[in-house]
Structure formats: C-alpha cells, structure tokens
C-alpha cells in the first residue's frame, strides 16, 4: 500500500523552543494532507487540513499562529509547533489522500505518527 | 455528548475467542465507516470499510453497519496474539470527506 513517512518519530525539547515534523507521501501525490494529535487513551483530534500551494483550514479551537502548516510540494508536509509548552506533548499523526483518487474507499493514508515531549 | 462513543477497553480475549467490538455515533449523516488497528506507538491502518448498512466480510474480519441503531461492530474470528492492538472506529458524511470523527479506540489483547 501506499506509503507515508513522518520524521522525526520522536522529539524531546525544551519549553520556548519550536519543532518541525515532516510528513512525506513517498509513493504517490498528495494534494491534501491532514493533521492529527492523539493524546493518550483518547481518539484521534483532526488539528488541521494542508492543502498543497494554500493556507491550511484550521478546525476549530486549534491556534493557528501555534501550530504552523506548510504545504509547499505534492509530496511534503510540514508542521511547526511554535514556543511549545509541556501541554503540547502528544502524539502527531498526518495522513494524506492520493491524488490520483486511488482512496475512492475513503482511505487515508497515515504516517507512523511524531511522539513530541516538551520539557 | 460524542458524536462517535466507544469503550475504551481493555478487553483481554484467549488465542481462538471471537472478538466483538462495537462503536455508536449519532450523527445520521454518516454514510461510511471504517475500523483501523493502531498499533503502540504506530500510525492506524484501515482495516474496513463499508458504505452505509450491511455487512461485509474480509478474512477473519467482518464488519458490521446498521444505521437504524446508529451502531457498527468489527468481529475478529480465531483471534490471535498478533491481534492484540488497538481498533478505532471512524465515520464520515462522504467518500471525499476531509474529516473522519474518529472513536477513541479499544484496547484488545490477545493472550496465547
């Protein structure tokens, strides 16, 4: 099946500072990719919707100037979590949708998920 | 109250038991479903997927849909340890959808 790689898996950081994770659909285009945080034992929280060469749709109650988007290619995604705070440790998930329409089931292809632990 | 409820688990089964896990919503917008296994610390995997009611059968998986209940199941025949996971339920108004409403998933363990 199709394949979604997100890097890092694991990120310890310091409360202030900002990290990048990297979301890659490596075998197929995808002009929408989407946003998830998963805090333990609860369900998975859609953040927001990346769309390749536009702003992100963010959902509701998420801060957009916090969380950061970027889209900037058909195979990369990219989200920032800016001056993070221990609240913001959880369990980042992307998924993405292939272009060509190949999820006409409505399968979203999903990354192996970013573990962030802000200190 | 959630659009989409099920229990969390744990839910421990012996190697062989047949494994019902189940998920009601309330949103009758809803036309497709579909189960995912997560594994610790993994992305989900689609598992299922069936369009509005009925079932349908894949393996030792069947799943299941009646709209009329708002209430959809996943049946694991001859479980196995490999199973041990956790199985979220998700729905959506659309097959293009954007935005799937997830469960908050079952814990299952399989023990041999």
């Known amino acids: 099946g199709a394949v979604v790689s997100q890097h890092p898996s694991w990120v310890i950081c310091k409360s202030g500072t900002s990290v990048k994770i990297e979301c890659r659909s490596l075998d197929f285009q995808a002009t929408t990719m989407f946003w998830y945080r998963q805090f333990p034992k609860q369900s998975l929280m859609l953040m927001a919707t990346?769309?390749?060469?536009?702003?992100?749709?963010?959902e509701q109650g998420v801060e957009k100037d916090k969380f950061l988007i970027n889209h900037a290619s058909l195979t990369l995604s990219t989200l920032t979590v800016t001056s993070a705070h221990p609240e913001d440790s959880s369990f980042y998930i992307c998924s993405a949708r292939d272009r060509s329409g190949r999820a006409s089931t409505g399968e979203l292809f999903f990354g192996e998920g970013s573990r962030l632990t802000v200190l | 109250q959630k659009e989409v409820e099920q229990d969390p688990g744990p839910l421990s089964v012996p190697e062989g038991a047949i494994v019902s896990l189940n998920c009601t919503y309330s949103n009758s917008a809803f036309q497709y479903f579909m189960w995912y296994r997560q594994y610790s610390r993994k992305g989900p995997e689609l598992l299922m997927y069936t369009y509005s009611s009925g079932n349908k059968e894949d393996g030792r998986f069947t799943a299941q849909v009646d709209k009329s209940s708002k209430y959809i199941s996943l049946f694991i025949r001859d479980s196995q340890p490999s199973d041990s996971a956790t199985y979220l339920c998700a729905m959506g108004r659309s097959y293009n959808t954007d935005k799937l409403i997830f469960g908050t998933g079952t814990r299952l363990q399989v023990f041999p």
């Open positions: 990346s769309n390749e060469g536009s702003k992100a749709t963010y």
